[in-house]
Structure formats: structure tokens, C-alpha cells
């Protein structure tokens, strides 16, 4: 439910930052604008902090989190579940990088969204060059890849029914060996020496190799996983062939340090394209909104956007809000802006298009801004009058209300309005309730109509609060009639948020 249009300003005040505070010097490729980041105590949770600003302040579960620049990439990196992409497709992924710079990539589709019935799976080959750290997407690195050889095997007479069907349409007489099914066969898409491509039908792309980081993550009791971000998938079919990416999709794990426990990761590894990983069956959770809902991670959105959210659902009253965290750097430690949105919702039925899925309308009815650094100030500061609050009023970590002014042009804000959502949940590793909101359209455009209804997933958020039981959980004290602190008192939620906001300045 992230409000829309904001790739062009972000990029605006991403030029306008680096001009203001970046020490840019040296020539080498890896020499990345870099600002100071705060000293900021995170290893203490103070007394009077609500557990989901606690949880906020220690991303990833508390890990030290290290990117390495340039990345290390040797190595085998595997999918930690069932991954949903635009469309939707559903699969899993098993990367493999070599020292020689050389690369296969396994992707293996299937016909549900638990990934247990395999459809086709891809084998990719070819090389990848690092080339310098990213001058668009901060963190990031680009690189030089070429695709040499992708071939396809099929799981059953139906998939390859169905799916000749659609790469014939722009490859005709394919397959071209008998054209039959048989178990095992590779057929070939693409062949860099022969000219045979017949990709297009697919809507097969790697440019998602085009963009990458690497993460390593010290957890307490000493253990480390390694993450690898790839950049994202266009939401449009139509542009994904041609797409250059600004923001990453869900993060492959090293095959020897990912998280524990992780069935998924060993069924992954020990898989091939002629015998594809079959998932574990997942429960089927009942959907439930009721509480608060926070980012597990620094999340990175096309366009240059890193934030977090927090999330506040009340279902009783069907009413929402919504703090987006706005941030200009991919540890989200730099605070640009804020932006605290709310209305009401109507739960649909279950999704026809995404199984698992549940439809949601969203009304978006209230908005205010904060702005946190000096370059969202002048930017806010210079809207026309009547488009964005109060005209020339702007000033720094002073909140502001613009549902008078039907939202604030300057951040593609228009109030009121209606999003087409949808929603699911499920647990993660430590059994903690995971809640995953449908996936922004990467043009930045807002989700106003039926046909935009996502197909895909947002990076999740976990549960920090929820009904009585649950915030005892956490530690928390609770009444009854309190299950959100924000609705009933919103003065002590705000002034947490403000004290929050203080901590990462």
C-alpha cells in the first residue's frame, strides 16, 4: 500500500543529497559515495520503547549486517521458499557462480504457489563480469553478463503443451526434435552460436544479473548467513524483456551459511533441471490483520527507494495506518522523510489469479509528512500553493498535514483514494506470523484499479503486535480494548516514533 509516483522524486533528492553532504573523491570503480553513519546504540532496548520500534532499530533480527564490496560471488546460492513473480509465476532458484567468471542458473516453475508440482525447469549458461559499484542504486553493483546457451526441460505432456503453445507464437516449429514429450530431454531456447532463440514466448530475461549485492550477516551465537540480491523483475510482461533494474527481488542464500532451520535450502541444492525441488506443504493460516506489522529488513523499491514500514490494522473498525520510513541509504540509517497515511479497508474473497492470495480494497483517506533532512525541506518548500500542505512552512522533523490539500503533488500523493491489494500470510523460520502485501507496479503507478491488482509479493513484514495474547509474547503489557496502542492513544505512539526517528538522526 505504498503510495505511488515517487521514483521521480527520490531520484530528485538522491542527486541533491550526494551534492549537499557526499565527500566524493578517488577513480577507482569501488569507491562509493559514503556519509558517516550515526553512532547509534542497538544493542539495548530502552525501557519506555514500544517492541515495534524496538524491532524496527534491530533489522534483520539484530544481525551486523556487512556488504562486501565488490561482491564475492563464487559459490552456490539457493532460494529459502517458494518465490512469487509478476504474473504470477511461482518457483525456486539454484545459482551457481565459478571462479572463471563462467555461471548456470537453474530455474525451476511450477503449477501452484506452494511450489510442489514442477512444470519446466530453465537451465541458464553464460558469463558475468563485475564492473562498478552502482552509481543509480546505492550499495549496488552493475555488471557485464552474457547468456551463452538456456535450455528447458518439461514435467509433464501438459506443461509442454501449454508452454510450445506460447513459444510458438513467436518461434514456430518449436520443438524441433519429434516434438514430443520425453522425460529428461533438454530442449534448446537459445544458442548464442547457432542464432536459435525462441525466449520471447517465456518472457525469459536475466537481466535481473544486470544488478547485485551481496550481504554477509553475523547473528548472535555467532552465525552467519550470506544473501545475494539480484536485481527485480518488471511487473508489466511487456517490459521485462528489456528492463534494467533499480531495485532487487527476493535474496538467494549462500548454499553453506543460510538461516536455520531451512527445509527448503537442502531439497534446493540437491535438486538438478531433471529432477526439480519439491517444497515441504506449508499450513494453510487463516488470515488475520488484527495488530502491528513491521519490516524485518532495509527494503529497496525500483527507482532508488529504500524504507521501512510499520502497520497498524484494526479489524473490528476495518481501519488502517500506515508509517512509511523513507531513507537514502541501503542500511536505512539516513532518514529523508516520513509518511503516515490511514483509512479504511474491505476484505475481498480469495484470490482467483494467486492462489493463497486474499483480495483487499484499500481507501486511503488521511495523509502527513515529516520531513528529515534538508533536501526533502527545500524540495516540500517549493510545491506550489495548495498542492502540499501549508506553502513555505516546511521545516526539518516537523509533521505536517496534507489531507486538506487532497494529498501533496510534489510526492504523487492524491487523496482520497482507492488501492487494489493483495494480501497472505505465513510463518517464517522461527514461526513468527509473516504478513506479505501485494508488489508496488514498478513504474511507479498506483494500484487504483481492478486490473492492477498485484500478482506478486512485497518483502514481508512480521507480526511485532497483534491481540492480547500475542503482545504478551513479546513482552509487552496489554489491557483489554488496547490491541492498538496508535488508535487509542495516538500521542504515545507518535511520540515513540518521534524518539525513534531522534535515535537514527
Same mark, same amino acid.
Given at each position: 500500500?505504498?503510495?505511488a509516483?515517487l521514483?521521480?522524486?527520490?531520484?530528485?533528492?538522491?542527486?541533491?543529497?550526494?551534492l549537499?553532504?557526499?565527500?566524493?573523491?578517488?577513480?577507482?570503480?569501488?569507491?562509493? =559515495?559514503?556519509?558517516?553513519?550515526?553512532?547509534?546504540?542497538?544493542?539495548v532496548?530502552? *525501557?519506555?520503547?514500544?517492541?515495534?520500534?524496538?524491532?524496527?532499530?534491530?533489522? *534483520?533480527? $539484530?544481525?551486523?549486517?556487512?556488504?562486501?564490496?565488490?561482491?564475492?560471488?563464487? $559459490?552456490?546460492?539457493?532460494?529459502?521458499?517458494?518465490?512469487?513473480?509478476?504474473?504470477?509465476?511461482f518457483?525456486?532458484?539454484?545459482?551457481?557462480?565459478?571462479?572463471?567468471r563462467?555461471?548456470?542458473?537453474l530455474?525451476?516453475?511450477?503449477?501452484? $504457489?506452494?511450489?510442489r508440482? =514442477?512444470?519446466?525447469?530453465?537451465?541458464?549458461?553464460?558469463?558475468?563480469?563485475?564492473?562498478?559499484?552502482?552509481w543509480?542504486?546505492?550499495?549496488?553493483?552493475?555488471?557485464?553478463?552474457h547468456?551463452?546457451?538456456?535450455?528447458?526441460?518439461?514435467?509433464?505432456?501438459?506443461?509442454?503443451?501449454?508452454?510450445t503453445?506460447r513459444i510458438?507464437?513467436?518461434c514456430?516449429?518449436?520443438?524441433?526434435?519429434?516434438?514430443?514429450?520425453?522425460?529428461?530431454?533438454?530442449?534448446?531456447?537459445?544458442?548464442?552460436?547457432?542464432?536459435?532463440?525462441?525466449?520471447?514466448?517465456?518472457g525469459?530475461s536475466?537481466?535481473?544479473?544486470?544488478?547485485?549485492?551481496?550481504?554477509?550477516?553475523?547473528?548472535?551465537?555467532?552465525?552467519?548467513?550470506?544473501?545475494?540480491?539480484?536485481?527485480?523483475?518488471?511487473?508489466?510482461?511487456?517490459?521485462?524483456?528489456?528492463?534494467?533494474?533499480t531495485?532487487? *527481488?527476493?535474496?538467494?542464500?549462500?548454499?553453506?551459511?543460510?538461516?536455520?532451520?531451512?527445509?527448503?535450502?537442502?531439497?534446493?541444492?540437491?535438486?538438478?533441471?531433471?529432477?526439480?525441488p519439491?517444497?515441504?506443504?506449508q499450513?494453510?493460516?487463516?488470515?488475520?490483520?488484527?495488530?502491528k506489522?513491521?519490516?524485518?529488513e532495509?527494503?529497496?523499491?525500483?527507482?532508488?527507494?529504500?524504507?521501512?514500514?510499520?502497520?497498524?490494522?484494526?479489524?473490528?473498525?476495518r481501519?488502517?495506518?500506515g508509517?512509511?520510513?523513507?531513507?537514502s541509504?541501503?542500511?536505512?540509517?539516513?532518514?529523508?522523510?516520513?509518511?503516515?497515511?490511514?483509512?479504511?479497508?474491505?476484505?475481498?474473497?480469495?484470490?482467483?489469479?494467486v492462489?493463497?492470495?486474499t483480495?483487499?480494497?484499500?481507501?486511503v483517506?488521511?495523509?502527513?509528512?515529516?520531513?528529515?533532512?534538508?533536501?526533502?525541506?527545500l524540495?516540500l518548500?517549493?510545491?506550489?500553493?495548495?498542492?502540499?500542505g501549508e506553502?513555505?512552512?516546511?521545516?526539518?522533523?516537523?509533521?505536517?498535514?496534507?489531507?486538506?490539500?487532497?494529498?501533496?503533488?510534489s510526492?504523487?500523493?492524491?487523496? =482520497?483514494?482507492?488501492?487494489y491489494e493483495?494480501?497472505?500470510?505465513?510463518l517464517?523460520h522461527k514461526?513468527?506470523?509473516?504478513?506479505?502485501i501485494?508488489?508496488?507496479?514498478?513504474?511507479?503507478?498506483?494500484?487504483?484499479?481492478?486490473?492492477?491488482?498485484?500478482?506478486?509479493?512485497?518483502?514481508?513484514?512480521?507480526?511485532?503486535?497483534?491481540?492480547?495474547?500475542?503482545?504478551?509474547r513479546?513482552?509487552?503489557?496489554?489491557q483489554?480494548?488496547?490491541?492498538?496502542?496508535?488508535?487509542?492513544t495516538?500521542?504515545?505512539?507518535?511520540?515513540?516514533?518521534?524518539?525513534?526517528?531522534?535515535?537514527?538522526?
Amino acid at each position: 500500500m505504498m503510495l505511488a509516483h515517487l521514483a521521480h522524486l527520490v531520484q530528485i533528492l538522491s542527486v541533491a543529497w550526494a551534492l549537499e553532504v557526499l565527500p566524493i573523491s578517488g577513480s577507482k570503480l569501488w569507491d562509493v =559515495p559514503s556519509a558517516p553513519h550515526p553512532q547509534v546504540n542497538t544493542t539495548v532496548k530502552l *525501557q519506555w520503547e514500544p517492541q515495534c520500534q524496538f524491532q524496527l532499530r534491530h533489522l *534483520q533480527d $539484530g544481525a551486523r549486517i556487512t556488504a562486501l564490496v565488490p561482491p564475492q560471488l563464487e $559459490g552456490n546460492w539457493v532460494s529459502t521458499g517458494c518465490e512469487v513473480r509478476p504474473g504470477p509465476e511461482f518457483l525456486t532458484r539454484f545459482y551457481t557462480f565459478y571462479s572463471n567468471r563462467l555461471f548456470k542458473a537453474l530455474q525451476f516453475y511450477y503449477r501452484d $504457489g506452494g511450489c510442489r508440482e =514442477p512444470a519446466y525447469s530453465l537451465t541458464i549458461k553464460g558469463k558475468l563480469r563485475l564492473r562498478q559499484a552502482s552509481w543509480i542504486t546505492r550499495g549496488a553493483t552493475e555488471t557485464d553478463h552474457h547468456v551463452n546457451k538456456v535450455g528447458i526441460v518439461f514435467h509433464s505432456q501438459a506443461a509442454m503443451r501449454e508452454l510450445t503453445g506460447r513459444i510458438n507464437l513467436t518461434c514456430p516449429g518449436f520443438p524441433s526434435r519429434g516434438g514430443r514429450w520425453a522425460p529428461g530431454r533438454v530442449y534448446e531456447l537459445y544458442n548464442s552460436k547457432s542464432g536459435r532463440d525462441c525466449r520471447a514466448g517465456l518472457g525469459f530475461s536475466m537481466l535481473e544479473l544486470g544488478l547485485l549485492r551481496v550481504e554477509k550477516q553475523q547473528h548472535p551465537q555467532r552465525r552467519l548467513v550470506e544473501e545475494l540480491f539480484l536485481g527485480d523483475v518488471h511487473t508489466d510482461w511487456a517490459q521485462r524483456m528489456n528492463y534494467r533494474p533499480t531495485g532487487y *527481488q527476493r535474496p538467494l542464500q549462500s548454499a553453506m551459511h543460510h538461516i536455520h532451520p531451512c527445509p527448503a535450502c537442502g531439497i534446493i541444492y540437491r535438486s538438478n533441471e531433471h529432477q526439480p525441488p519439491i517444497l515441504p506443504r506449508q499450513p494453510d493460516l487463516p488470515l488475520e490483520l488484527q495488530g502491528k506489522w513491521v519490516s524485518r529488513e532495509c527494503e529497496v523499491r525500483p527507482a532508488v527507494l529504500f524504507l521501512t514500514r510499520y502497520f497498524i490494522f484494526q479489524e473490528r473498525s476495518r481501519s488502517w495506518e500506515g508509517y512509511y520510513h523513507h531513507y537514502s541509504d541501503p542500511a536505512c540509517r539516513q532518514p529523508t522523510f516520513t509518511v503516515h497515511a490511514s483509512g479504511r479497508y474491505v476484505r475481498g474473497p480469495r484470490s482467483a489469479a494467486v492462489p493463497g492470495g486474499t483480495d483487499f480494497v484499500f481507501k486511503v483517506t488521511h495523509a502527513k509528512v515529516t520531513a528529515l533532512d534538508r533536501a526533502s525541506v527545500l524540495m516540500l518548500n517549493t510545491s506550489e500553493e495548495g498542492t502540499c500542505g501549508e506553502a513555505g512552512s516546511w521545516t526539518l522533523g516537523e509533521e505536517q498535514d496534507i489531507t486538506g490539500t487532497q494529498g501533496c503533488a510534489s510526492l504523487g500523493i492524491t487523496l =482520497p483514494h482507492n488501492e487494489y491489494e493483495l494480501f497472505k500470510t505465513q510463518l517464517d523460520h522461527k514461526q513468527r506470523p509473516l504478513l506479505f502485501i501485494g508488489e508496488r507496479p514498478t513504474d511507479g503507478s498506483s494500484p487504483d484499479r481492478p486490473e492492477k491488482r498485484p500478482t506478486s509479493y512485497q518483502a514481508p513484514l512480521v507480526q511485532c503486535a497483534g491481540t492480547v495474547e500475542t503482545a504478551a509474547r513479546h513482552g509487552q503489557r496489554s489491557q483489554p480494548g488496547r490491541a492498538s496502542m496508535l488508535t487509542a492513544t495516538p500521542w504515545a505512539t507518535l511520540l515513540g516514533v518521534s524518539l525513534y526517528l531522534l535515535a537514527v538522526l
